[in-house]
Each structure stands twice: as structure tokens, then as C-alpha cells.
């Protein structure tokens, strides 16, 4: 009687499992420390061998728990149609279209750190990018700095008054991006 209920139990656990399966696929941007290009995380549940067609000519199989991430670097700009084909007995396939515009030159950062004058309410912004540009940066006082010169460039400001400064620098063409940043200033 004790191994037919052993069996029983054992039997229902199997058949309660979900069958493995691809629901979606996710982009998000790759930092350049990590290598640059563009993370592809594909989402699901369970266990699957896949491949993944990037829509640039590549492809990857891959055996993975999901959710998977994998990193890609697309040849140029343009959109691409992501599909990702999973082989049986993993279930569903999963198809997103991805416009890449990279920033070979321009901004995607901006950060604000307090300086050597702390006290004077002195900081140290940040503008993270790349290549030789024209930036405008707003410090949010109502003072903008045209910015010439090659990415990433530092600059110092003294706030006249504690607050709360919404930051953001835009570049020019042919650059492109722009960041903003909010910082808080105590006296």
C-alpha cells in the first residue's frame, strides 16, 4: 500500500510540472565596461535549447534556464527582428523588432558628485559619452555652459544656494543624446 501511494505521489508531481516555455524577449543597453552593444534577455519559465535570431544575419543556439540574457553587438543602426525559436519540448516562440541608433558619438550620461569645496557647495559634474562633441550643459540655476571637446568631460560648479537642481546636458549634431540628473545641495 505504502509504495502504490509512493507512486501515486510521485507520478502527480511529474505531471504537475509547466512545460517549459519562451514568453517574450527584452532589450536593455550593455555598458561599455560589459562591452557595449545590447543585452537580450529572453524571458519564460523552465529549461530550453533555442535559437536565437538576432535579424543581422547572426544566430545563437543556446541551452539555458530562462529567463536568459545574452549580449549582442548589431553591425549597425537600423531595426532588427529578434526571434527567438525554441526546440521541442520547450513551447512558444517569441519575435520583438529592436531599433538600434548607437551613439558612436554623443552622450548617454550624466552623474554630480560633491567637489574639493564641499562646504561651498561645490560640484563635480560628470557628462559620460564619447567622441569629440558640442554639449549643452543646464545646470539648473538658469546657467547653461556650451561644452566643446572631446566625451567624457568633467566641469566644476559652485551653487549659490542650497536646493534642488535638475541637471541635463543635450549635444549637438552630428552628436546625439542627451542626460539628465536631479542633485540636491545643502549648506
Known amino acids: ?26 532589450f536593455s543597453p550593455a555598458p561599455t ?23 543581422d544575419g547572426k544566430n545563437d543556439r543556446r541551452t539555458a534556464d530562462l529567463p536568459d540574457r545574452v549580449r ?38 550624466l552623474s554630480a558628485e560633491p567637489g574639493p569645496d564641499a562646504e561651498n557647495a561645490e560640484m563635480v559634474v560628470t557628462i559620460t559619452g564619447r567622441g569629440e ?10 546657467t ?11 566641469r566644476t560648479r559652485k551653487y549659490p544656494k542650497a536646493g534642488i537642481y535638475d541637471l541635463k546636458a543635450v549635444a549637438e549634431p552630428p552628436c546625439r543624446g542627451d542626460a539628465a540628473v536631479t542633485l540636491e545641495v545643502k549648506r
Open 33 to 55: 565596461e560589459e562591452g557595449g552593444g545590447v543585452f537580450v534577455s529572453l524571458l519564460g519559465s523552465g529549461s530550453c535549447t533555442y535559437t536565437i535570431d538576432y535579424g
Open 144 to 154: 547653461i555652459e556650451k561644452i566643446a571637446g572631446e566625451l567624457p568631460a568633467k
Open 133 to 142: 562633441c558640442v554639449v549643452s550643459l543646464d545646470y539648473g540655476d538658469g
Open 1 to 26: 500500500m505504502r509504495l502504490l501511494t509512493f507512486a501515486a505521489m510521485l507520478i502527480g508531481l511529474t505531471a504537475a510540472q509547466p512545460a517549459a516555455r519562451i514568453t517574450r524577449i527584452e
Open 72 to 109: 549582442h553587438t548589431f553591425p549597425t543602426d537600423g531595426e532588427y527582428v529578434v526571434v527567438a525559436t525554441p526546440e521541442a519540448p520547450c513551447e512558444g516562440v517569441a519575435r520583438a523588432k529592436l531599433d538600434v541608433r548607437a551613439i558612436n558619438r554623443g552622450v548617454w550620461g
